[in-house]
């Protein structure tokens, strides 16, 4: 099961080399040690493949089109794994993962900078505010990979989120009433990405088929969430 990848998509955009090395050269790597055993290969890749979506919800077969150098690092893992399966007959499967959450989220993620922010300060400063996100908390994709895991052959890709999309606005809003605390928000322009997408949606209907269903509320996963950054930042 590979999730080793370097995922900070300005990182990434500022580090071309190095994050092909990691995530591209790092993966054909991996898939050799697959082929060599005969080993089932889970591949972690992204909603960002997809770019900017023609069509919501996003279905498996969208159009790939990256628009980052962290995206197209990921697409081309996947396009790897697809050439290993067909040439090699090994079992792979694609996990697109939409925007997760959770304790321990790295730092550059949105719901990582909010509760962080919230707990620094009077005020969170964030890019565009009205873009819209698939959010998914880890507990439910750790279940969703232990499906794919468990339940697939040959090569299939499968999309991972909730099936909702909730502005970053409203992501703010909601983590400000779980602190309790009176805290201000602004969208400052110079922090937003270059061409960020308007709205991500999943279509999970491939891997629901398998018998998985999201069970976290946003809300739920928020508070956990927040509370795992408190007692670490007290702490």
């Known amino acids: 099961m590979h999730l080793a990848a370097l995922t900070d998509v300005s990182y990434c955009n500022n580090h071309p080399s190095k994050t092909f090395q990691v995530n591209a050269l790092g993966t054909q790597n991996l898939l050799e040690i697959a082929r060599n055993t005969n080993s089932k290969f889970i591949y972690l890749s992204t909603s960002h493949v997809?770019?900017?979506?023609?069509?919501?919800?996003?279905?498996?077969?969208?159009?790939?089109?990256?628009?980052?150098?962290?995206?197209?690092?990921?697409?081309?893992?996947?396009?790897?794994?697809?050439?290993?399966s067909k040439t090699y007959g090994l079992d792979i499967s694609i996990a697109r993962l939409f925007s997760i959450y959770g304790p321990n989220s790295p730092k550059h993620l949105v719901t990582s900078k909010i509760i962080q922010q919230i707990l620094k300060g009077k005020i969170v400063e964030l890019g565009n505010t009205k873009s819209k996100r698939d959010f998914l908390y880890i507990d439910d994709v750790i279940k969703a990979l232990e499906i794919l895991l468990k339940n697939t052959k040959g090569y299939n890709s499968y999309n991972i989120g909730s099936g909702k999309s909730y502005s970053i606005e409203t992501l703010c809003r909601r983590a400000i009433e779980i602190s309790n605390k009176n805290i201000q928000f602004k969208s400052k322009k110079s922090l937003s990405r270059t061409k960020d997408i308007p709205n991500i949606v999943a279509n999970c209907s491939k891997i629901k088929k398998l018998g998985w269903k999201p069970q976290m509320k946003l809300n739920d996963g928020l508070k956990l969430t927040y509370d795992w950054f408190k007692v670490r930042d007290l702490g």
């Open 50 to 84: 997809f770019g900017n979506p023609k069509q919501i919800p996003i279905k498996e077969n969208h159009p790939k089109q990256p628009t980052s150098i962290y995206s197209a690092s990921k697409l081309t893992g996947e396009i790897l794994c697809e050439s290993y």
